[in-house]
């Protein structure tokens, strides 16, 4: 299984609305990624978790809140979000022992803020 | 700050090769990437280049010059499918093997036939 699920695919929610993006692999990688992706830019970083622990937060607006229930599992909550926060949210994973631990992305979610 | 350049697009035609460049400056090095992405879909990884020199794999070849910063990905017997853009990424150093992969701006390739 060389795959990263995220669900779900497609997300429209109101700025007061909460919601949840998931993230699952099971590849054994203990290292998994948020990035968010504006049409016709690169993939930006917001988080990395390493071995279960938040390892780098690219100084990402608190209204998105990660968390790393398991090895296998990668949440990302939303609150309060704004329509500029209106992206591809990008799910990767990577093991972490022999280079080159090269990221596996999900199909990413397609999330609207109106 | 971090800088990785490419072109914005090209094109080429079926059956040729083209080479996409990518230049980066960067504080730290601790591999570069390239990754393919149709649109509409995730990345996809395509060759990993940490030392200088060639790295082949099938149609597709990475170069790297460490000293030059500069990259690029050669793309043989272009078929219509390769129809993608194409991703440059630099892992900074110090962050092991897992961490910051910076991501240039991308080169959308069309394949003409």
């Known amino acids: 299984d060389t795959e990263v699920t995220q669900t779900p695919k497609h997300l429209v929610m109101g700025m007061t609305n909460k919601k949840s993006l998931k993230c699952e692999q099971h590849?054994?990688?203990?290292?998994m990624y948020w990035y968010k992706q504006k049409a016709k830019k690169p993939p930006e970083l917001m988080f990395v978790y390493s071995y279960e622990k938040l390892s780098i937060n690219e100084s990402v607006p608190s209204r998105f809140s990660p968390e790393c229930p398991n090895s296998s599992l990668l949440n990302l909550h939303l609150h309060a979000l704004q329509p500029e926060d209106s992206a591809l949210y990008l799910c990767?994973?990577?093991?972490?022992?022999?280079?080159?631990?090269?990221?596996?992305f999900g199909q990413g979610t397609r999330l609207t803020v109106v | 700050g971090q800088n990785i350049d490419q072109p914005t697009e090209m094109t080429a035609t079926e059956g040729a090769i083209v080479q996409i460049n990518c230049t980066y400056q960067t504080s730290g090095f601790n591999g570069l990437f390239w990754y393919q992405q149709h649109a509409g879909e995730a990345p996809t990884f395509l060759s990993y280049n940490v030392l200088d020199g060639l790295e082949e794999k099938g149609r597709f070849s990475s170069f790297l010059s460490r000293s030059k910063g500069y990259s690029y990905l050669l793309l043989k017997e272009l078929q219509m499918k390769d129809s993608a853009s194409y991703l440059c990424a630099v892992r900074l150093h110090g962050s092991g093997n897992t961490g910051k992969l910076i991501f240039g701006q991308g080169t959308t390739l069309q394949v003409k036939p």
């Open positions: 990767a994973s990577s093991q972490d022992r022999t280079p080159p631990c090269e990221a596996f």
């Open positions: 590849m054994g990688h203990r290292a």
